[in-house]
């Protein structure tokens, strides 16, 4: 059953911006695609274009050389398409079989068609896993899983409706390592009997193991597709990023030499363990890491929004009790500020007031005795907001109003508001425009001059070379190594954040 | 067209008003209009502090049951009081402080319950409602308590001037709450923690401390109402203000306030309270079935609920 999908001069519009520019593919039955690119490649566009729940704005998709439709999810399984998202889409409750077969299990015939016939179901749904190779009681409940033969339960699900081409949307990113080598002995098979199958990733290290042809986007265009070659992950790498103009920050920032937070054998369950960094005056600390690499965890257990478990937080050389650390209220009055990843759900409050979510950490100083007035506040907010360039008509207007760059500075700003000492910023530039984000790491660069210490993590290495004076390199909740941004590449520290973590990550470093 | 929208509620209250006075005799006039305050006023001063937990993302069903419970409380301590001798004035004191103490208690132990164990107050304070309704009986024995010293019905149905002393109160707890959610850092705190727990939070605000004063204060604002209200009807009954937390909850919806908390107005709430009590008592004046005043007030709860929504930034 060879066959082939392609899609052709594919073009997505979204309002203000290009998502995918003419991308022209080719995919072949019996062979298995890793799909690359970097955060906003445009890689989740084409799979949703390829799986029917988005229409391109032109272009077209067509199956062993004829021209489809695809309106709908629906229409894509109908056409032999099936997908498999990051996201686990099962019903923990249910048993394997039930949910192999949701909303097409198999009925008795005559008068008794409102009952499900159980034995056929199970004998399908055992048929589809055997297939595939895997051995599985289909009688079990989801929920008692784990997470890699659920994620082998959610493929099987595809698999029963005989899809042509099976796109998997980064299917190992929550597995472990000999999980994932089950998943793709798997993923062979299938490819074996003649399926196609796109593997959407970023990490590298999984290519060896099974890639056939490597297919990579940027800036939602197609960069090239080739055979893969395990001796060339750089050039992988180099496709991926491009030619990345490297920037450097202002000569004279100077970190100093006084440790201002020291962290020591910090471990919180299995999110991270053994964390231990110095950080100096005035010094503006990377952490780099992939995704799921523990480092938000790291970040939040610092500023003491998530328990530790064992490990300790010195400010200045003196020890911040357990008993504070697990406060962001103390920690905030001991001058640690916290930009967090997700500004909408964890930095604002929408719907109230520019000026209001700019206050919101530093009422205490910005109010008398209690009591606060949207005077004082407005006097409190309008040096910062021409400080940091904000573009905001009326500061009264709710915060809603504003562009993403232009909020995420009021973040900062709000945090600025608090005098701090060191200020942790967790993703500070994601989906902000360059403009804002140069602002940002300009606050950052003036923040050293005054002796504040940063703590800077950041998907977008070149960000990390380009702002730190140091780069921590984390990797499955340990610190697997430390550059200096001077004598490192873009591409050399993506290869080393994403290179295989086999090795005992400590003696890695 | 905002302004428009933020004053919908007052055009529409002006205009009941316009519509009352030349239809329902007896409406327009200053002893009228002061009843209506004064019947109000207890319901309101509850509706204050409900705004607040709302705001704040929580709920308290509990107020009925708590409006009779302190009630029943102040009632029977001061009835015991006085029987041992203790001068009026102090036994009523007592009693006043006593209630609003209890009654507080368990507002704290919802708040404490939600932030330590995750139980919503929706059940905690449903818990409550039953508690506080059988303590009311188990205290009263089930009868009402009647005796009481000479004073004590002042709180609920005496006069300063012309204007009923609860309506006073009602004034001065609208002004108080209005001013700690416009002025005080507080406030600022129970708008964020309702709009944004996590971003609060993560902001240095005490969370905790917040969702524990407000329950705190809606259930002392209920033990205010029970004592006027006992005063009033110089009963002590355990089966008083049965139904109260819906009218209470009703009034800040129609006041604008959103069950989703984060955004909410004291005084749209007073227009709220206010609202529904010129409803009642013209459909009263113009003989209209007591059945269909109940009715028509469901029916403005859905009229007022969808003027909300079609505020933008609302869901």
Known sequence: ?509 | MKWLRNTILEIVLVILCVFLSFRARGFLSAENLLKILGDVSMQGIIAFGMTMVIIAGEIDLSVGSAVAFSGCIAAWIVERLTRDNVPAAASIVLAIGAAIAANMLAGVLSGFFRIRFRVPTFISTLAWMAILRGGAKLITHGFPINSFPQGFSFLGAGYIGDIPFPAIVFVAVFLVIQGIMTFTTFGRSVYAVGGNAEAARLSGIGVGRVKIAVMAIVAGLAAIAGIMLSSRLLSGNPESAVGWELDVITAVIIGGTSLMGGAGRVWGTLIGVVFLGVLSNGMTLMNVDEYWQVVARGILIFVAVLVNQAQPGRR
């Open chain 1, 1 to 509: 059953m060879a066959s082939s999908l392609e899609a052709r001069n594919i073009r997505k519009e979204y309002p203000g911006t290009v998502a995918l520019d003419d991308i022209s593919l080719r995919f072949d039955g019996g062979r298995v695609y890793a799909l690359l690119g970097k955060n906003g490649a445009g890689k989740s566009t084409l799979v949703k274009i390829l799986a029917g729940t988005v229409q391109p704005t032109s272009g077209e998709i067509l199956i062993n050389g004829k021209p489809i439709t695809l309106r709908s999810a629906t229409d894509a399984f109908a056409q032999g398409i099936a997908t498999v998202y990051q996201e686990l889409s099962l019903i923990p409750e249910l048993s394997i079989a039930e949910n192999i077969l949701l909303g097409r299990l198999p009925h008795k015939t005559g008068a008794l068609r409102m009952i499900i016939d159980w034995p056929a179901a199970r004998a399908q749904a055992k048929a589809v896993l055997d297939e595939m190779g895997v051995h599985l009681d289909v009688r079990r409940k989801v929920a008692e899983l784990g997470v890699a033969q659920q994620q082998v339960v959610e493929i099987a699900k595809a698999m029963s409706f005989k899809p042509a081409v099976l796109m998997l949307d980064e299917p190992t990113s929550a597995l472990a390592r000999h999980e994932t080598e089950m998943l793709f002995r798997i993923i062979r098979r299938l490819a074996k009997s003649g399926v196609a199958v796109i593997h959407i990733t970023h990490r590298l290290q999984e290519l060896a193991q099974i890639a056939d042809v490597v297919t990579v986007l940027r800036d939602g265009k197609f960069i090239g597709s080739a055979e893969f070659n395990p001796a060339t992950p750089e050039s992988i790498v180099h496709m991926m990023f491009g030619a990345v103009v490297q920037k450097q920050r202002p000569a004279d920032l100077k970190a100093g030499t006084e440790p201002l937070l020291e962290v020591q054998g910090l471990s919180r369950g299995d999110k991270f363990r053994d964390i231990d960094f110095t950080l100096h005056r005035g010094e503006i600390l990377g952490i780099a890491g992939m995704l799921g690499s523990g480092r938000t965890e790291l970040l939040r257990a610092i500023f003491g929004a998530d328990p530790i478990d064992a490990g300790r937080i010195l400010l200045d050389g003196k020890a911040v009790r357990p008993a504070q650390a697990g406060s962001p209220k103390r920690m905030m009055e001991l001058g640690l500020g916290f930009i967090p990843e997700n500004r909408k759900e964890q930095a604002l409050v929408l719907g109230q007031s520019i000026r209001t979510n700019l206050c919101l950490a530093s009422m205490n100083r910005v109010g008398w005795c209690g009591l606060i007035t949207s005077a004082r506040e407005q006097r409190t907010t309008l040096p910062l907001i021409e400080r940091l360039a904000i573009k905001v008509a009326d500061a009264g207007l709710p915060i809603d109003s504003l562009s993403g760059g232009n909020q995420q500075k009021i973040v900062v700003a709000k945090w600025l508001n608090t005098k701090p000492r060191v200020i942790l910023f967790d993703e500070p530039t994601r989906g902000i425009d360059v403009q804002a984000k140069q602002h940002i790491f300009q606050i950052m660069w003036d923040l050293s001059r005054e002796g504040i210490g940063s703590i800077f993590v950041s998907s977008e290495l070149e960000e990390l070379v380009e702002v730190c004076h140091r780069i921590l390199i984390m990797k499955s909740g340990a610190i697997a190594g430390e550059v200096s941004p001077d004598q490192i590449t873009v591409d050399e520290l993506v290869v080393r954040c994403m290179e295989t973590s086999t090795v005992d990550p400590r003696s890695a470093a």
